[in-house]
């Protein structure tokens, strides 16, 4: 299945981060710990350049620390500043540290001067990343608007915390895919819009790749073992395994392939990692 999405509002939001660019120290760049190749958007190169830059590894909940720590040893190797974070649990203290850290030459240039400055970052991510989750996670109140789909966030917002000035930007995409893996990977993880590819497809594809993967999550989930069929077969084994029917008794695979799409997401299947270094 092809993959191919790029609303007209993620071209006026590069243009927002390109135009802000001068505003900020540092760039805080989110990425969703499951897909961290296809979570490097190539457009935020230009945004990237000449300024310094912390990554956060999100949702790690979601991952196996021994598999994250193999990305870990990749970004230090390549001399990437980077802090791990679950946005969701409610601490991400250790993002303001690793960003003062980041700026500490800045910061205690204006401490000798007697001078109080605050760190001025700008937030960057592909859609449902979790940028706004773990900026409302720092400052423990609901401030920056979150969802659990992409393109919540469209304009830009700034919010304080603790000597940091955060500049939230829409999540954003780029115009063409040439790998479809990444554009699949994607799709996964929820940073495509549901409804622009067909999700019984899209399970489909899901459900072959995982059974390379982590084949073991099928019995984890759904019980099923030792499965051997195509991926639509195995749809239809979900669908049966929860009682999804259609009318005599046919297997709902639509809602079958809903299911697994969203139990992934929602970290359901267990721990699953989609690239490796």
């Known amino acids: 299945m092809y993959i191919q999405w790029f609303p007209g509002h993620m071209t006026k939001a590069i243009r927002m981060m390109e135009d802000n660019l001068r505003l900020v120290d540092a760039l805080i760049y989110v990425i969703d710990a499951r897909a961290v190749s296809s979570c490097i958007n190539p457009l935020f190169s230009r945004l990237t350049s000449g300024k310094r830059v912390l990554y956060v590894f999100n949702k790690c909940d979601l991952v196996n620390s021994s598999e994250l720590a193999r990305w870990c040893d990749r970004f230090k190797r390549e001399g990437k500043d980077f802090v791990k974070a679950v946005g969701v649990s409610g601490d991400c203290s250790q993002i303001v540290a690793g960003l003062k850290a980041l700026m500490s030459d800045k910061l205690e240039k204006y401490a000798k001067k007697g001078a109080n400055v605050s760190v001025r970052a700008m937030v960057v991510g592909v859609p449902n990343s ?7 996670s720092m400052i423990k109140r609901a401030k920056a608007v979150t969802g659990d789909r992409p ?3 469209r304009g830009k917002q700034w919010l304080s915390v603790d000597g940091v000035d955060f500049l939230d930007t829409p999540g954003t995409l780029w115009g063409k895919f040439e790998d479809q893996s ?3 990977h994607l799709a996964y993880i929820g940073s495509i819009k549901d409804g622009i590819s067909d999700v019984s497809e899209l399970a489909c594809d899901f459900a072959q790749e995982l059974q390379t993967i982590c084949p073991s999550a099928f019995n984890t989930r759904y019980g099923i073992t030792d499965f051997d069929g195509t991926s639509y077969e195995l749809l239809q084994e979900i669908a049966l395994k929860r009682g999804f029917k259609l009318r005599a008794d046919e297997p709902d695979t639509e809602r079958a392939a809903k299911t ?7 970290g359901r299947l267990g721990k699953i990692m989609l690239e490796l270094p």
């Open 130 to 136: 979790g940028k706004s989750t773990i900026i409302n």
């Open 151 to 153: 393109g919540v966030t």
């Open 182 to 184: 990444v554009a699949h």
């Open 260 to 266: 697994l799409i969203d139990d992934f997401r929602k």
